[in-house]
């Protein structure tokens, strides 16, 4: 997300010289060259053929021109339980943002609490706030009140754990 000056080479670079290829296009290629491969693909071909497309060129106008997403002022920045309130029907959000092994990203799970568990929510880590995170014991709180270990979701039963708001397996990992 950050928004540094970058210089513009390789394929990129001979794009922002096409009259027919919009600047905002031939730059967000250059800044999606190694992040996206429809980006990556395009490139590939403009180099290949000399030229995009008007339905390529369209198409990346579609993906700069739309509306930002509504994104947090202050993102969520590190793991823990997330609380919000749903406008819908003023009940809260409850939310564990975790870190991906793999690519280092913070992701959120929603809390259902029907079943209970908490299920990957695609995108929603963007719309989460730092000041959203709620303290260990405010997250031991709201395990008590829901009689739910509130790291792992899983439903407690023995009352000493449930007095917590963790279960035995979790409250080694806090
Ligand atoms: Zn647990």
Known sequence: MTSQTMTITGPAALLLKNEDVPVRVAV???????????ASSLLNGFVRYGSLTQKQVAAVLRIVDAPA?????????????????DPSDNGLDIYRV????SSGNLYALRLDPTSGSFEYAPGTIR???????VTADEAALLGQALGICIVCGA????????????????????
């Open 28 to 38: 967000w290629l250059a800044e999606n060259a190694t992040k996206s491969t429809f």
């Open 69 to 85: 997403p509504k994104v947090a002022a202050e993102p969520a920045d590190q793991m823990g339980i997330y609380v919000t309130l």
């Open 98 to 101: 975790k870190r991906s092994k």
């Open 127 to 133: 719309s989460l706030s730092a000041s959203d995170r």
């Open 155 to 174: 439903t407690l039963t023995d009352p000493e754990s449930v007095a917590r708001g963790i279960g035995p397996v979790c409250i080694k990992n806090v």
